[in-house]
């Protein structure tokens, strides 16, 4: 699990990243001063992913540490199921079975929400520098400082842009 997440992540970095200077490149040969409009939203996405990030990572953590003990606690009802049995102790294993298995609900149940809030974010930011670019745009092109069909590519190249960001943001998640 360990090697095949690596694996992806290191492809989709590396993948991130070339995408990311070739996009910067093309946005740069259209408007370097739409291009600064759209890479300052960038420090806005480390930002809430590392809010995000710092959260979620407590609740799985706590998610961890009861997966652990609800197997902990099933190996040793195992092992021991005659000496259970025979001592009368099965209400009491399965009550504690139910309280560990709770905890793990609940922790997992907090790391998902959480986890599974970095998207809407992420595209919230994305969509906020889209309309930053078409505002900046609509007024170059009104002092005829860029082509319409300008704007229009670079919006596509705001897409590509922000799509690796979004995608590193789902692996450090």
Known sequence: ????????????????????????????????????????????????????VKRSQKYFRGQQAALGDLNGHVEEMYTAHKEIKAYGREKTSIEEFRKINERYYNEGWRAQFISGIIMPLMN?????????????????????????????????????????????ANIAN
Do not use: E
Not at 5 to 15: F, G, K
Not at 125 to 146: E, K, P, Q, R
């Open 124 to 168: 919230f930011i994305s969509n906020l520098g889209y309309v930053f670019i078409c505002v900046v745009g609509a007024m170059l092109v009104g002092s005829g400082t860029v082509l319409l069909g300008d704007v229009q590519a670079f919006m596509q190249y705001c897409r590509q842009f922000t799509q690796p960001i979004v995608q590193t």
């Open 1 to 52: 699990t360990v090697s095949n997440t690596l694996q992806q992540s290191i492809t989709q970095i590396i993948t991130s990243v070339a995408t990311l200077l070739g996009v910067v490149v093309m946005m740069l040969t259209i408007s370097p001063l739409m291009t600064l409009v759209i890479v300052i939203t960038v420090p806005l996405y480390m930002i809430v992913t590392g809010i995000v």
